[in-house]
C-alpha cells in the first residue's frame, strides 16, 4: 500500500491545464524525485499535495484514507509538510521564533523564549546544522535561511517531506548535511519527494523517478536503471542530440591562464587555461568553487595567492569594467541581483553596458540610435520576440530574461565568453536556442567556457573540462572523457 497516491490529478487555470491526469505514488521510506522542465507541473503537484492549492478533478489519497486538503495548515495536521523555494521565514524574528512560529511554547500563559531556544537548538543539533537559534532570519545568508526552513518543516516529524530544489543556494558540505538527513528520515520510514534538474543529486539520493512533462506523467523509473539521456528525453520529448548541437572546436591562443590561483571564497592552488575556439567546461557541485575561478578573473573574487594572465598579460587589480573593456564578458547565475536592471526595458538593458567608441558619436556622445540598432541585433540573434524589447525586463518569463543576458554579451563582441549557470531557470526551447549561439560563439573563434550545475550540459557541450571538489581541481578532462562515470568520480575525489 503506497503512503501517498494521486489518481487522475488535474488542475485546470484560465486556458491552461497544468495538471493531466497525474498518477503519482509514494512508498514508505522511498525518496521520490520529480524530475521536468519548468512549466512540466512539478510545481502545481507539489502545492495540491501541500495543501496549498486544490485540484480541479482527481483524487489524494494518505495511507489509504482520502484526504481534502484545504490548506498547508491542513496538511501538515495530515503529516504532509512542504519546503518551497520561496521561503515563510519572518526576517524579524530569531531563528528560534520561527522554527516554533504558531506553535510556541508557553510558560503561565506567556510566551516561553528560554525553551522556544533550547528546544530549537536541540533540533538543529540533531540535523547537523551549525546557527546560532537567536540569531535574526535577516541577518542568515540564504544557504542558512535555507536550512532553517527545512528544520521548520521536519519540527513536527512529517510522514511526508516535499522539498523543492533544496540544495540550490547549499554549499557542498551543507548538501552533504541534507543528505545525511534526508538518508536517516528515509530510514524512519518517511516518504520524501525531492524536485531536483540536477543529475549528480538523482544519482545519489532517488529511489525511483518520475518524469512530469506539459502536465502529464510520463512515466516512473528506478533510479540508477536509466541512462542521464534518457531522461532528458523523456523530460524533453526529444533526442539528446536535438537539444546539444555538434561543436566543431578549433583550440587556438590561450587567452586566460590561472597560475596556483587561490581565493577568498576557497578556490585553492588552481591552475587552468582557458582557449579560444573551444567550449570549456568547468563541473561540480554547489560550493567546489566552480563559480569562483571565473569570478577571480573577472574581477569579482579576491585573489589571496597566485597569478592570473589575460591575453598574455598579468592582470593585477582587475575590475568588471576594466576586464569587460579588455573583451571579457561574464554572465552570472543570478540574472536577477547581478544581471539585469529589471525595472529597465529589455532593449536598455541589453546595452546597459556598451559605452565604448563604436557606441558614441562624433562628439563622445552616447549615440542612442547607434546603440538601440545593436540591440535589435542581439535580440534577433538570440530569438527575442519584437514585443518583449520595449517590455521592462521584470515582466519577463526566466527564459526571455535569459536571453536578454546572452544579448548583452553579444553586443560587446568579446573574446572570451563565460557562462555561469547558463539555462538556470529556463525550458527546453530556450535551452536549444541559446546552446546554438554557444556554438556560433565558438565556430567564430570566440573562447567560450560553461560553468554549470547540470552535468549533462558539460558532458554534451564541452570539448574539454576541468572537475572541482572542495575549491580544487580535482582533475581534467578533454574529448571522449568527459564522461559522467569519469566526472562523479571527481566530484568527490578530495586532495
Request: aromatic fraction near 6%.
Amino acid at each position: 500500500m503506497p503512503l501517498l497516491q494521486t489518481t487522475d490529478l488535474t488542475k485546470i487555470y484560465p486556458g491552461v491545464r497544468a495538471l493531466d491526469g497525474v498518477d503519482f505514488e509514494l512508498a514508505r521510506g522511498e525518496v521520490h524525485v520529480l524530475f521536468g522542465e519548468n512549466g512540466a507541473g512539478k510545481s502545481t503537484l507539489i502545492s495540491i499535495l501541500a495543501g496549498a492549492n486544490t485540484p480541479s478533478s482527481g483524487a489524494v489519497r494518505l495511507e489509504d484514507q482520502a484526504i481534502q486538503l484545504r490548506s498547508v495548515r491542513d496538511g501538515r495536521a495530515h503529516g504532509i509538510c512542504a519546503v518551497f523555494q520561496e521561503f515563510s521565514l519572518v526576517p524579524t524574528l530569531t531563528v528560534g521564533e520561527n522554527l516554533f512560529l504558531g506553535d510556541e511554547p508557553t510558560r503561565f500563559g506567556w510566551l516561553d523564549s528560554a525553551s522556544v531556544h533550547r528546544q530549537a537548538r536541540v533540533l538543529l543539533d540533531s540535523l547537523g546544522f551549525q546557527i546560532n537559534e537567536h540569531r535574526k532570519v535577516s541577518s542568515l545568508a540564504r544557504s542558512e535561511q535555507q536550512m532553517v526552513e527545512i528544520a521548520k518543516g521536519l519540527r513536527t516529524r512529517p510522514k511526508v517531506l516535499i522539498l523543492d530544489e533544496p540544495t540550490a543556494s547549499l554549499t557542498e558540505r551543507e548538501t552533504e548535511q541534507l543528505f545525511d538527513v534526508v538518508r536517516r528520515l528515509r530510514k524512519d520510514g518517511v516518504g520524501v519527494i525531492y524536485i531536483s534538474h540536477r543529475m549528480q543529486e538523482i544519482d545519489l539520493i532517488a529511489d525511483r523517478i518520475t518524469v512530469l512533462r506539459d502536465g502529464k506523467c510520463i512515466g516512473t523509473v528506478k533510479a540508477g536503471e536509466v541512462s542521464h539521456d534518457a531522461l532528458i528525453e523523456m523530460m524533453t520529448g526529444r533526442d539528446v542530440q536535438q537539444l546539444y548541437p555538434d561543436i566543431t572546436s578549433s583550440p587556438g591562443d590561450t587567452v586566460i591562464e590561472l597560475q596556483n590561483v587561490s581565493t577568498v571564497g576557497g578556490v585553492r592552488n588552481a591552475n587552468i587555461t582557458v582557449r579560444k575556439g573551444e567550449v570549456l567546461g568547468i563541473a561540480g557541485l554547489v560550493g567546489s568553487g566552480k563559480s569562483e575561478l571565473m569570478r577571480a578573473v573577472y574581477g569579482l573574487e579576491q585573489v589571496t595567492q597566485g597569478h592570473i594572465r589575460f591575453g598574455g598579460q598579468l592582470t593585477t587589480h582587475a575590475s568588471p569594467a576594466a576586464m569587460l573593456k579588455a573583451g571579457m564578458f561574464y554572465l552570472p547565475p543570478d540574472r536577477k541581483s547581478e544581471g539585469l536592471v529589471l525595472g529597465f526595458e529589455s532593449n536598455a538593458n541589453i546595452v546597459l553596458d556598451s559605452r565604448d567608441r563604436k557606441h558614441r558619436s562624433r562628439w563622445g556622445l552616447l549615440n542612442l540610435r547607434r546603440r538601440l540598432g545593436l540591440a535589435e541585433q542581439a535580440s534577433k540573434r538570440v530569438e527575442l520576440a519584437p514585443r518583449n524589447m520595449t517590455r521592462a525586463v521584470g515582466l519577463l518569463s526566466g527564459g526571455n530574461q535569459q536571453k536578454v543576458m546572452f544579448a548583452k554579451g553579444l553586443v560587446q563582441d568579446a573574446m572570451v565568453y563565460v557562462f555561469d549557470e547558463p539555462t538556470v531557470g529556463v525550458d527546453v526551447g530556450t535551452r536549444a536556442s541559446l546552446y546554438r549561439l554557444i556554438k556560433s560563439l565558438c565556430e567564430s573563434g570566440a573562447a567560450v567556457v560553461v560553468i554549470s550545475s547540470d552535468l549533462p550540459e558539460v558532458l554534451h557541450l564541452a570539448h574539454r573540462a576541468y572537475v572541482m571538489c572542495a575549491g580544487r581541481v580535482t582533475g581534467e578532462l578533454t574529448g571522449d572523457a568527459i564522461c559522467e562515470s569519469k566526472v562523479l568520480g571527481l566530484f568527490f575525489q578530495r586532495h
